[in-house]
């Protein structure tokens, strides 16, 4: 019997999800991948990972109905874990895909980093975060990603990493966290994260 | 502040690990998911899979190794050898892949970077380039190393970038297996005129030539026999990158 909420993590089709699939095995549950809409709606707790361009990304989720049901999920605050693209696909907009609007749930714009920077930025920064937060925390996290954002969206609780500025790391609220890294990538230090967020929605998933 | 990057990398044959003398004279030096795990536990901040099978049937076992090898690592995980094109790319990210490795097939096809890295994304396409040197420059080598071009490896290198590529893999071709250091003339060249991260390959014997790539403005050290032999570890590595004034990732 799985001990934990039904984790559902999107199939996007662009998407390599293995590797979040292997992570979320290894913390102890049997996710499942979908691309209903009802699924991501409904579910216990939904990963959205991602990988590739923010307008290639939204126009799968936007073809499989699955937008709304992502920006009713975070609106009724419902356990979801984004990574990466999944992140920044949460948000209002990117200059990686101009004219293509996100799923909108959270207020932030994406840029691409500039100044003397290697861009992709690829590879473990450190991350730090705010003293309210219970699912993110600091230490070194993998990342790979050339658009970020530097403004903390409003109503979440941040943590921040510094390649040439410092930009986003993650945010989180309740049982949602969105990171710029992968913590399916990130060794201990990603499981440890990813179990805290299951234990969170756990607690959310019960409590109802 | 992003860390230097350490990177066991595994030259795959029919699902084992072989290392040899300029990819040639190939000798067996273990299991690739026994070699991932034990790197992983020792602080490698990656790992390169290159699959230089050249049968049909070492190639088949190239899928399942990846997903047995992603299974157990929670750590990032590039592949290459023999990708080809796109279906070849995707199959490589759903087996585990987290980013793939383009080498001779660019060079024939230069559109396949800019192809694969809008579809999954710069961060998951990878130019690797074997570079020898001839004069005073180095020029591309595919197949394996077997077969010299006349392309200029740091020209080759600008071009791939401006194609979207979103990171590169620089090996020395004429080092690699010699235990001689790094190319370091050509990590500089190719450092300092390009804009996304590069890493070192070919010829390292000792974290000393590990700590002289970093400071030639490479952002990540590759490096197979000296790990697979046991002669040093990762952690051992970082270690002496750390005592030297490099930023590595406890």
């Given amino acids: 019997m799985n001990s934990g909420p039904e984790i559902v993590v999107v199939r996007t089709g662009v998407a390599n999800t293995a590797a979040v699939l292997a992570a979320?095995?290894?913390?102890?549950?049997?996710?499942?991948?979908?691309?209903?809409?009802?699924?991501?709606r409904d579910a216990g707790a939904v990963v959205l990972p991602g990988v590739g361009s923010f307008g290639s990304g939204m126009r799968a989720l936007a073809d499989l109905g699955l937008d709304a049901a992502l920006r009713d999920r975070v609106r009724s605050s419902r356990p979801t874990l984004a990574i990466c693209l999944g992140m920044q696909l949460l948000g209002l907009e990117s200059a990686e895909s101009p004219g293509v609007?996100?799923?909108?749930?959270?207020?932030?714009?994406?840029?691409?980093?500039?100044?003397?920077?290697?861009?992709?930025?690829?590879?473990?920064?450190?991350?730090?975060?705010?003293?309210?937060?219970?699912?993110?925390?600091?230490?070194?996290?993998?990342?790979?990603?050339?658009?970020?954002?530097?403004?903390?969206?409003?109503?979440?609780?941040?943590?921040?990493?510094?390649?040439?500025?410092?930009?986003?790391?993650?945010?989180?609220?309740?049982?949602?966290?969105?990171?710029?890294?992968?913590?399916?990538?990130?060794?201990?230090?990603?499981?440890?994260?990813?179990?805290?967020?299951?234990?969170?929605?756990?607690?959310?998933?019960?409590?109802? | 502040m992003l860390k230097r990057r350490v990177i066991p990398c595994l030259d795959i044959d029919g699902g084992r690990i072989v290392k040899g003398l300029r990819f040639a004279s190939l000798r067996d030096a273990g299991d690739p998911v026994e070699r991932a795990t034990l790197y992983a536990a020792q602080g490698a901040d990656e790992i390169v899979l290159l699959d230089v099978s050249a049968t049909l049937e070492g190639r088949g076992a190239q899928l399942a190794t990846i997903t047995a090898v992603r299974e157990r690592i929670a750590?990032?995980?590039?592949?290459?050898?023999?990708?080809?094109?796109?279906?070849?790319?995707?199959?490589?990210?759903e087996a585990g892949a987290d980013k793939v490795a383009l080498n001779s097939a660019a060079v024939a096809d230069p559109g396949l970077i800019t192809r694969i890295s809008r579809r999954f994304g710069a961060q998951a396409c990878v130019i690797a380039i074997d570079a020898a040197r001839v004069g005073e420059g180095w020029r591309v080598r595919v197949r394996s190393g077997s077969t010299a071009t006349s392309r200029d490896a740091v020209e080759w290198a600008r071009e791939a970038e401006s194609l979207e590529a979103g990171e590169i893999l620089l090996t020395a071709w004429d080092r690699d297996g010699t235990r001689s250091g790094y190319e370091l003339e050509l990590l500089r060249r190719v450092a300092s005129r390009t804009r996304i991260p590069v890493i070192?390959?070919?010829?390292?014997?000792?974290?000393?030539?590990?700590?002289?790539?970093?400071?030639?403005?490479?952002?990540?050290?590759?490096?197979?026999?000296?790990?697979?032999?046991?002669?040093?570890?990762?952690?051992?590595?970082?270690?002496?990158?750390?005592?030297?004034?490099?930023?590595?990732r406890a």
């Fill in chain 1, 24 to 40: 979320l095995r290894r913390a102890g549950t049997r996710p499942v991948l979908s691309d209903r809409a009802s699924d991501v």
């Fill in chain 1, 101 to 208: 609007e996100g799923v909108g749930a959270i207020d932030a714009r994406f840029e691409r980093f500039d100044g003397d920077v290697r861009v992709p930025q690829i590879g473990w920064n450190d991350v730090e975060v705010e003293p309210a937060a219970r699912i993110l925390a600091g230490g070194d996290a993998y990342f790979a990603n050339s658009f970020r954002t530097l403004d903390a969206p409003q109503g979440w609780t941040c943590g921040w990493a510094t390649h040439g500025v410092a930009f986003v790391a993650g945010f989180e609220r309740g049982a949602i966290v969105a990171c710029q890294f992968h913590p399916e990538l990130s060794g201990a230090y990603g499981a440890q994260l990813i179990e805290r967020w299951i234990d969170a929605a756990r607690r959310e998933v019960f409590a109802c």
């Fill in chain 2, 75 to 93: 750590i990032p995980l590039t592949v290459g050898g023999g990708v080809h094109d796109e279906a070849g790319a995707r199959a490589l990210l």
């Fill in chain 2, 200 to 248: 070192a390959s070919g010829g390292a014997a000792t974290a000393r030539h590990m700590v002289d790539a970093l400071r030639a403005g490479a952002d990540a050290v590759l490096a197979a026999s000296i790990f697979h032999d046991g002669e040093t570890s990762v952690a051992d590595v970082k270690r002496i990158l750390l005592e030297n004034g490099m930023e590595v």
